[in-house]
C-alpha cells in the first residue's frame, strides 16, 4: 500500500518546550491581541510542525558514513593491514570517495528544498486585533481566530465560533461525505473545507493537533513507504549483507587450511571475493541521482514532496486533467446571458435576483467570482438562508424573504428529469465550449439533498469561458508522442469538456460520457477503457475513476487545483497541483507546481524518465561485478583452485567499466516510458556480462590447473579478461550511442587499455609468458563470442516471454 505524505514544512526553528498559559475565549471579531500571540509564541504554544521537511546535517553524514557496507570496508581493511597488504587497500579510498560525493550532492540537494519549502510554506488567514492578516501556519498560537474558507486545509484542530462551512474528513478519517460543521463544532487538523466560511478558535496545535498525533501513532509501527526500486535495493543489499560472513569465512578456511596457502593470500583472496560481491555505489548512486533530480525540479519551480514520486513520475502511463485551471486558464469570465422567459423573468428581473444572489453569496470558487464580478450591481435584498455550492450538488441556493428562493448551478442537476425542457438551449452552448448555468426560482426552500424539479422555474442560462492555455497543444502533443494516454476528468457538462479538450487538441476528445450515467465498478471499469472524456464528475467519481484505472495496471498522474480534485490526487500514484489552487490540494499532492504552469508538465515527467532510466542503466554495469563475484565465489568453494583476481585488481576493474561511466550515464538525457520492475530490468541486463564473466575466467582457471601456469599470470589474465568484458557491456550500456556516449566508451576503453599496457604494475598486473599471453589472446576472442551468444540468447528467451504473455492474454480475453 503506498503511502501519501501531507506537504511538508520549513522548520525555522526547534519548537519550544510549553508552559501553561491560560486559555482565551477570544471575540471573533477581534481575535487575539499581539501581546497574547507573543505570550504563547514564548511558552511553547505555536503551531510548530512535528518534522523537519527535510533531514538535518547531521542525519545526512551519518547516514552517508554509517553503513553496513562502510562497516565491512572498515573490517576488511583492518584485515588487510594486519597481514601487511597496503598495495590492496585503494577500495577503501574509492568508497570514502563515494560517501563524499553521496554527503555532498545531498547537503546540496536539502539547501535547496529547504528554500523551496519556505517560498511554498502553507499559509492562513488569522484574525489579530481585529484585522484579518494572512501569517504561515507555523506561526498561528493556541487560542487564535483563523478565518476558514473553501479550499483550505484546517491547520490545527479547533471549534467553530461563526459562520457555516461543510468539511471533508477523507484525509483523516477516510469518509469522503462532506460534513456541516456549525458554530461549536469542532474541527479536525488534516481536513479541507468544501464551501462557505467561518471563523474558529483553535485549541490544539502543533504536535497535539489530531493530523499530529495520528502521524506520530503510525510512525511507532509503520515505516515510511519505499518506491519500488528502493525496495528491491534494499532487499539486494540485505541479500548481499546476509551472505557476506558465511562466504567469507567459508573462503578463508578453504584457501588457509585445504589450500595451505599463507596467511596474507588466503586474506587477500577472500577480501577480493567479498568487494566482487558488494554493489558499493549502487545504493550512493541511486540516491545522488534522486537528490539531484529534486534538485532539478527545485530550479524549475517544481516542489517534490516525496523522492518517491520521481521514480513514479517515470512509469507514468496514465495522466488525468482536470479542465479548468489545468487544461485552460483559471479564471473565468461571462460571456452571454439567454432569458428564458422573458414576460415572467425580463432581462431587469434576471439581473437584480442575480446582484442580491450573488451579495449573499461567498465567491469561493471561480465561476462564483466571474459571476460575482458581472452581477455586482448593489441589493436590498437580504437572503434569510444561503446553501453554498458544492461538487456533489452542482448548485447553490438562497432564500429572499419577500422575494423567493432562487438557485444557481448546472442545468442537469437542478431540472433533474426535467432537463429535456432545456436541453436544445444549452447544447448549443457546451458544444462551443462554453460551461453553462441555469438561474431559476424555486418553489419553497432548497434542499442540499435534493430538488424537486416540478417546483423550478428556469429564469435564464448564463454562459461562461475559460480561455485554452496557449501551451496546452503543444503539451499534450508532447504526451501523445511519449504513449501517455490523457484522460479529462471535470465537474462540467461532458460536452462542454469534450469541446475544450478538442481545441486543446487531446487524442481522443469526442469520446466523452457523462459520470452521471455510471454507477457499478464494472461501469467505471468499461468508461476507463473506452473514453477519454468524463463530464459531470463529483469528487468521489474521480477517485473512483483513479481507481479503475489502476486497477487495470496504469500507473496515474492526476493534476488538479480545487478541493474537488483532493481525493483524487491523494489517490493517484502521483498527485500533482497547482500551487495556485487550494491548499488542500497542494497539500495532498505529491508534487506542487509553484508556477502553476501546466507547460511545465513534460519536463518535469522527462525528467522522472530520464533518472529512473539511467539509474537502470548504471545499475546493470554494477550488478555484472556482483553476479560474477558471487558465482565465483560460491563455486571456489568446492573447487581446488585460487580465487582469481586481487582487491587492488577489482578496484581498478570496477573505475575503469563501472564507477566512472556509472555517474556520467546517470545524468543523461533519457526519457523513454520505463516497463517492467527495477530487479528484472536491471538482471536482464546484467546476466549476460556476468556470466560471460564466469565462463571465461573458470576457462582460465582450467588452462591454469592443466598447464602449471604461475598464480600472478592467473591473477593477471582474469583481471584484464574481466575488464575487456567491462568495456563490452558498457558498449551494450550505452547503445543507442550519440556523441557523448561515444567519448564517454572511447574514454574508459582506452583508460583501460593505457592503464594495463603502461601502468599495470601499480594495479596488480604481472609480466606473461608466451604461453598465457597465447591463452590470453584466446580467451579474448571467446569472450567476445560468447558475449554475443548471450545477448542473443536473452533476447531470445524475452521474445518467447512476451509472445506467451501476449496469447495468455487474448486467451483470457476470449473467456
Sequence with gaps: MKQKHARKRALPEPPKPRREVPRVNADPEQGLSLHQVKERQQHGWANDPVESPTKTVGEIVRENVCTFFNFIFVVLAALLIAVGSFEDMLFLLIAAANTGIGIFQQLRSKQTIDKLNLLAAPRANVVREGNLISVPSAQLVRDDVAELSSGDQIPADATVLSGQIQVNEALITGEADAITKAPGDELLSGSFVVSGRCR?????VGAESYAARLTTEAKKDVTVGKSEMMSSL????????????????????????????????????????????????????????????????????VLAQDMNCIETLARVDVLCVDKTGTITEPHMEVGEVVYLDEEKYAETVVTETLNAFYQSMEADNDTARAMQQKFHGKSLWHAAQTIPFTSATKWSGAVFPGHGSFVVGAPEFIMGNRYADLKEAVDPWSEKGYRVLL??????????????????????????????????????RYFAEQGVAVKVISGDNPVTVAEVARQAEIPGAEKYVDAATLQSDADFDRAVREYTVFGRVTPNQKRRL???????????????????DVLALKDADCGIAMASGSDA??????LVLLNSDFSAMPKVVAEGRRVINNIQRAAALYLVKNIFSFLLAVISLFATFPYPVTPLQLSFLSAITIGVPSFFLALEPNHSLVKGKF????FRSALPGGLTDLIVVLGVEAFYLVFGFAESELSTMSAILLVVIGILVLYEVCKPFDWKRRVLWGAMAGSGLVCILWFGESFGLSQLSLEAFLVLLVFLFAAYAIMRFMLGLFDAGETLWNGTRRLGRRVVRRR
Excluded at 474558529?200 to 490544539?204: E, G, H, N, Q, V
Excluded at 426560482?441 to 475559460?466: F, H
Excluded at 483513479?546 to 474537488?564: E, F, P, S, W
Excluded at 530487479?679 to 536491471?682: E, F, G, P, R, S
Design 200 to 204: 474558529a478558535r483553535l485549541d490544539r
Design 546 to 564: 483513479v481507481r479503475a484505472l489502476q486497477k487495470q495496471g496504469h500507473t496515474v498522474a492526476m493534476t488538479g487545483d480545487g478541493v474537488n
Design 234 to 301: 534494499d532487499k539486494l543489499i540485505r541479500v548481499i549483507g546476509i551472505l557476506l560472513v558465511p562466504i567469507g569465512v567459508a573462503l578463508f578456511v578453504k584457501e588457509f587450511v585445504f589450500l595451505e596457502r599463507t596467511a596474507q593470500e588466503a586474506v587477500i583472496s577472500m577480501v577480493a571475493a567479498l568487494i566482487g560481491m558488494i554493489p558499493e555505489g549502487l545504493y550512493l548512486l541511486t540516491s545522488v541521482a534522486l537528490a539531484v533530480s529534486m534538485l532539478r525540479l527545485a530550479r524549475g519551480k
Design 439 to 476: 438561474a431559476a426560482e424555486y418553489d419553497g426552500v432548497p434542499d442540499q439533498k435534493g430538488l424537486d424539479p416540478r417546483r423550478v422555474s428556469p429564469m435564464a442560462l448564463i454562459a461562461l469561458s475559460n480561455r485554452i492555455r496557449p501551451a496546452a497543444p503543444k503539451t499534450f
Design 585 to 590: 490540494a497542494c497539500h495532498a499532492a505529491q
Design 679 to 682: 530487479l528484472a530490468n536491471v
